[in-house]
């Protein structure tokens, strides 16, 4: 009964496997933010283009 019981205190001390949960959040949440940002400006950037494209185009 003694080895079931220090087993079990052991296992839920270990913090092995929440701080890895943490950093995968951590890492998913850096990730959307990352696609995020990127996606706004290439968005961005494809508008500034285009009006340049334009505005060269009607001055010729």
């Known amino acids: 009964m ?3 019981v220090s087993k079990v205190c ?3 001390a270990n913090e ?3 701080t890895a949960v943490e950093y995968a959040v951590m890492l998913a949440l ?3 933010a ?3 940002i990127v996606g706004t400006l290439g968005q961005s950037a494809n ?3 285009s009006k ?3 505005s ?3 001055g010729s």
């Open 2 to 4: 003694q080895a079931i």
């Open 10 to 12: 052991r296992f839920l």
């Open 16 to 18: 092995d496997g929440p």
């Open 30 to 32: 850096i990730l959307v």
């Open 34 to 36: 990352c696609i995020t």
């Open 47 to 49: 508008s500034t283009f």
């Open 52 to 54: 340049v494209n334009s």
């Open 56 to 58: 060269m185009g009607a």
